[in-house]
């Protein structure tokens, strides 16, 4: 089996990237997804965020996510905080999820801090998804309704595009000039070692 981290800054096109493998049969660990679940569901996460916010961090058995996002993006030391209860957690997930897929030559993991969370020695290959700036603002302002400045608060709160790229074993660019799918099926191509796999 081969373990491919998918990462990239918000807006580069992670998810994309991410849908091109399901087309090809490759099962796909989102693991934003997976986080938001199972803050609601592990009791261990749940106690930790009430701890940190109080009560109301949980409303009508949701997540409160005005309440978490400001907590979150208000100090790096918040987001440590939270990163601390819930990366444990996914990780032991993301393993569990591994190893009901043994049989297939391929997965992946989608997470946008794949290299801050720690995921990236869960995975035996790193890509990272590029996209210039100003598409990536112009992607997530039309997309989530953001401001430019709610957009740019989230870009810094994230690893340095340079940085990521210094890690990556492979650089996918999406910037609407090159064909993401010939991208991709390089990629496999290469991480097969066999010219097709």
Not at 67 to 87: G, Q, T
Not at 137 to 165: A, Y
């Amino acid at each position: 089996m081969i373990r491919i981290g998918i990462t990239g800054g918000i807006g580069s096109g992670k998810s994309v990237v991410c849908r091109l493998l399901e087309v090809r049969g490759i099962p796909v660990y989102d693991s934003d997804t997976a986080a938001k679940k199972l803050m609601l569901t592990d009791p261990e996460i749940r106690r930790g965020l009430i701890s940190l916010l109080g009560e109301e961090v949980y409303k009508e058995g949701q997540l409160n996510k005005p309440l978490l996002s400001s907590f979150l993006f208000s100090d790096p030391e918040h987001a440590a905080m939270i990163n601390h209860l819930v990366h444990p957690v996914v990780r032991t997930d993301f393993r569990r999820w591994t190893a009901a897929r043994r049989n297939c030559f391929f997965i992946a993991m989608e997470s946008a801090i794949l290299i801050e969370s720690g995921f990236a020695t869960e995975v035996d290959k790193v890509v990272d998804v590029y996209a210039p700036l100003p598409l990536r603002l112009k992607r997530v302002m039309e997309r989530d309704g953001s401001t430019e400045e709610q957009v740019m608060q989230r870009i810094h709160s994230q690893m340095d595009d340079k940085q990521k790229q210094k890690i990556a074993d492979i650089i996918l660019r999406n910037d609407e000039e090159r064909s993401l799918i010939v991208q991709v099926e390089h990629m496999l191509r290469e991480f097969s070692g066999i010219g097709e796999y």
